[in-house]
Nanobody
Framework: QVQLVESGGGLVQAGGSLRLSCAASGRTFSPNAMGWFRQAPGKERDFVAAINWSGGTAYYADSVKGRFTISRDHAKNTVYLQMNSLKPEDTAVYYC????????????????WGQGTQVTVSS
């Protein structure tokens, strides 16, 4: 049993920044890859970013490249998503997820998910 808990969401004006955190607990195991996804009302859950076990490889959705940065801290069992230059279209519930080892853009590759944290970007 692995629990993932996101935090750091909130309301921010366009152009602002937020840093999301995803803390893992329980029977964690390694190696693993971590990902961030987001879902807006009435839309599919979309890939945002992913990072491999070592942290040396990261993938980003085209819509967030250059603005978002994913990182991880193994000592704290925590993954971060630094979000800069936020836009209203970034508004969504953001979820972190853990895979069995593959750094993937596909939700189906992830076996554990957090409950999500709301990010709202106003104009």
């Amino acid at each position: 049993q692995v629990q993932l808990v996101e935090s750091g969401g909130g309301l921010v004006q366009a152009g602002g920044s937020l840093r999301l955190s995803c803390a893992a607990s329980g029977r964690t195991f390694s190696p693993n890859a971590m990902g961030w996804f987001r879902q807006a009302p009435g839309k599919e859950r979309d890939f945002v970013a992913a990072i491999n076990w070592s942290g040396g490889t990261a993938y980003y959705a085209d819509s967030v490249k250059g603005r978002f940065t994913i990182s991880r801290d193994h000592a704290k069992n925590t993954v971060y998503l630094q979000m800069n230059s936020l836009k209203p279209e970034d508004t969504a519930v953001y979820y972190c997820a853990r895979s069995e080892g593959y750094t993937s853009r596909r939700p189906g590759e992830y076996d554990y998910w957090g409950q999500g944290t709301q990010v709202t970007v106003s104009s």
